[in-house]
C-alpha cells in the first residue's frame, strides 16, 4: 500500500460508506467501487467495514489516519490517539513517533493512509515509515485500542447528524 499525501478525485471512488451502502452498491451499481475513502484510526478501526470492502477488492483509503489530533480537538472537542499509553509505549519500543507507528500500522492493515499536515518536518517524518515494520503481536495490542469513536464529527459543526 502507499503513503498519500492529496486526494486524487476517482472515477468509482466511495466516501464515508458504510457497509450497507458498500454492499447496495455491489448489488445494483454497474460498475464496482475502486475505493472508499474512511475516517480510520487506532480509535476507529471499522474492522468489519475494512474487511468487507477488502474481500470485495474495494480499496479503504483512510483519510483521518492519525485520529484528527489536533484540528479535530479544536472544532470537536476529540482526543487524539496519538496520546495513547499503548501507542507511546511502541513509540518508544520501535524508536519512532506516536503518527509514524500509527502510519505503520494502517500501512500494514492493508489501507492506504492520507496524513494531513502544514509543517514540512512532519510531512517528512511521516514519510519515513518504510524503514521498520510492526510485529504481529503490536498490531493485535493497536487493536485492543479502538474506542469505536469517531474525531470527524461534522454533525457537531453544521448541526446535523450525517452518520445517522
Known sequence: ????????????????HDIFLTRDCLAYSKVKPA????ETHPYFQRESLVKFCQKHGICVTAHTPLG????????FGSVSCLDDP??????????KTAARVVLRWGI?????????????????????VFDFELIKEDMDLIAKV???HRTNQPAKFWGVDLFA
Open 68 to 75: 484528527g489530533a489536533v484540528a479535530n480537538s479544536e472544532w
Open 86 to 95: 499503548v501507542l507511546k509505549n511502541l513509540a518508544e519500543k520501535y524508536k
Open 146 to 148: 479502538d474506542r469505536k
Open 108 to 128: 500494514q492493515w492493508n489501507t492506504v493512509v492520507i496524513p494531513k499536515t502544514s509543517k514540512l518536518e512532519r510531512l517528512k517524518e511521516n514519510f519515513q
Open 1 to 16: 500500500m502507499s503513503l498519500c499525501y492529496c486526494s486524487v478525485i476517482m472515477f468509482a471512488t466511495w466516501n464515508n
Open 35 to 38: 475505493v472508499n475513502q474512511i
